[in-house]
């Protein structure tokens, strides 16, 4: 990943630049089915793929630090996979076993779906959402005022459940199980890629963390989402393909329309 010389030098050389393009890395995990390997296939590309992100597990010592027991806890409030796989492995570690009649709020019906590798379904309660917090309002509202909740979550928190809590003055605790760091990624220090593809703000602090001296130069950003794309902007580099967009509204479609402009007339 090493590159030198000056982020934005000319920035009028980097909103119309389509060079072309031989290499991309995917700052994400590689997947069995992707409709990159299309793009890889078609362009004649070499498409790698990287976790610049993991999660780490916060370890039993380190929560009973909190002096928190799970099963204290008369409902649970599940906002992603890894909170519930960390929230039971520190449950096996303390040797807790949740009550029957725990009551489980999941924010998708993936995330509930997933819950069943860990409960029994029909002898639980569980309320399902179908992408926000305040998909579960009516659940909230029933229930606030005979339980207490607990919400498991990671070094990063998880700000738009805090804050419905909050307003809406439901009696809560959050616990953090798990942490989400930069991975390392120092074996990349010498090599190079046409275009780095992101998915998140955290890519982006991975990629300083490893690299901090590093520059755009001829390098092309592509970024998904709004506030990656914030990210990319505030570390004065420019983003060459942004999605979702209404004519791109995913990102190997948004490749697909720049690799399309890199053919020389």
Not at 94 to 102: A, E, S, Y
Not at 232 to 250: D, F, K, M, R, W
């Amino acid at each position: 990943m090493a590159s030198r010389g000056s982020a934005l030098a000319n920035e009028d050389n980097y909103i119309e630049r389509y060079k072309e393009v031989k290499t991309i890395l995917v700052s994400q995990p590689k997947p069995e089915r992707s409709p990159y390997y299309d793009l890889e296939k078609k362009w004649g590309l070499k498409i790698d793929w990287r976790q610049f992100i993991h999660v780490e597990p916060v370890t039993e010592k380190e929560f009973r630090k909190n002096r928190l027991r799970p099963d204290s806890y008369s409902s649970i409030i599940f906002t992603s996979k890894n909170a519930i796989e960390h929230f039971f492995r520190l449950c096996e570690e303390m040797r807790i076993k949740m009550p029957q009649d725990t009551k489980y709020f999941c924010l998708t019906e993936t995330i509930a779906n997933y819950l069943q590798k860990f409960i029994v379904y029909r002898k639980r309660k569980v309320f399902v959402g179908k992408r926000k917090v305040e998909d579960l309002n009516n659940y909230f509202m029933k229930h606030k005022e005979k339980e207490n909740f607990l919400l498991p979550c990671s070094n990063l928190g998880a700000k738009q459940v805090v804050a419905y809590l909050d307003k809406n003055e439901i009696n809560y605790t959050d616990a953090m199980m798990y942490r989400t760091v930069a991975s390392d990624l120092s074996d990349l220090s010498d090599v190079t890629y046409d275009i780095l593809v992101f998915f998140s703000p955290l890519g982006i602090e991975s990629l300083y963390e490893n690299f901090p001296s590093f520059m755009q130069n001829d390098t092309r950003f592509a970024v998904f989402g709004k506030s990656t794309l914030k990210a990319v902007e505030q570390q004065g580099l420019y983003p060459n393909i942004v999605a979702p967009t209404p004519e791109t509204p995913s990102m190997s479609m948004a490749l697909e329309k720049y690799l399309q402009k890199t053919i020389k007339e």
